[in-house]
């Protein structure tokens, strides 16, 4: 299993982001997909998930502002990310909602106030 992220970058607070996972190795269509994100000196933490069937669960700190979505045909999941606040400065990863894969180098994002 290979999950690559993509689409962080250096953004002022209130901007936009739309994070992007591409996943390969595995039947993606019927697994349950999570973004993942950790922050310096912080545990890794799960902010977003979505079920094969579409279904979505979010952090409580970030409903509202995040928008999981998937694309089984191109076997990539996205995480659209408004609002955005200095405290959502972390690397992002994509992976299972239970965290079995490897992870992948995760992306980046900034936000500066």
């Known amino acids: 299993v290979q999950l690559v992220e993509s689409g962080g970058g250096l953004v002022q607070a209130g901007g936009s982001l739309r994070l992007s996972c591409a996943a390969s190795?595995?039947?993606?269509?019927?697994?349950?997909m999570g973004w993942y994100r950790q922050a310096p000196g912080k545990q890794r933490e799960l902010v977003a998930a979505?079920?094969?069937?579409?279904?979505?669960n979010y952090a409580d700190s970030v409903k509202g502002r995040f928008t999981i979505s998937r694309d089984n045909a191109k076997k990539t999941v996205y995480l659209q990310i408004n609002s955005l606040k200095p405290e959502d400065t972390a690397v992002y990863y994509c992976?299972?909602?239970?965290?079995?894969?490897?992870w992948g180098q995760g992306t980046q994002v900034t936000v500066s106030s």
């Open positions: 992976n299972h909602q239970g965290g079995w894969y490897p």
């Open positions: 190795g595995m039947v993606f269509s019927i697994n349950a």
């Open positions: 979505i079920t094969s069937g579409g279904s979505t």
